[in-house]
């Protein structure tokens, strides 16, 4: 099982950049792929989920209407488009797998890591003001 995120980098605020999840491994739409993000010396917090068999996303309030999550289910990929991006955007941001949120998709259990049985290496994102 091998989950590789790419497309982090250095960005002024008020850009973008688009992530990627690469997954192999492990039978990809039948499960969920969350992101998740984590700053220096703060927690790792949820940021979007989607569920990749119907394409059902959730978001968290602190990024809703700036980033979308999306899934080629072709290419095993799952993207985080970030938009408008600010300062506090910056964190390592890591994607995760599990199946079971695929079955039974809440927020309270897409946000929580603990939940999630497979995780890529992360990928730094830096917004710079």
């Known amino acids: 099982v091998q989950l590789v995120e790419s497309g982090g980098g250095l960005v002024q605020a008020g850009g973008s950049l688009r992530l990627s999840c690469a997954a192999s491994?492990?039978?990809?739409?039948?499960?969920?792929i969350g992101w998740f993000r984590q700053a220096p010396g703060k927690e790792r917090e949820g940021v979007s989920a989607?569920?990749?068999?119907?394409?059902?996303?959730i978001y968290a309030d602190t990024i809703k209407g700036r980033f979308t999550i999306s899934s080629d289910n072709a290419k095993s990929t799952v993207y985080l488009q970030m938009n408008s991006l600010i300062p506090e955007d910056t964190a390592v941001y890591y994607c995760?797998?599990?199946?079971?949120?695929?079955?039974?998709?809440?927020?309270?259990?897409?946000?929580?890591?603990?939940?999630?049985?497979?995780w890529g290496q992360g990928t730094q994102v830096t917004v710079s003001s």
């Open positions: 995760a797998a599990d199946r079971q949120i695929a079955y039974s998709t809440t927020w309270y259990r897409a946000q929580n890591d603990l939940e999630y049985d497979y």
């Open positions: 491994g492990f039978p990809f739409d039948d499960y969920a």
């Open positions: 989607i569920v990749t068999h119907d394409g059902d996303t």
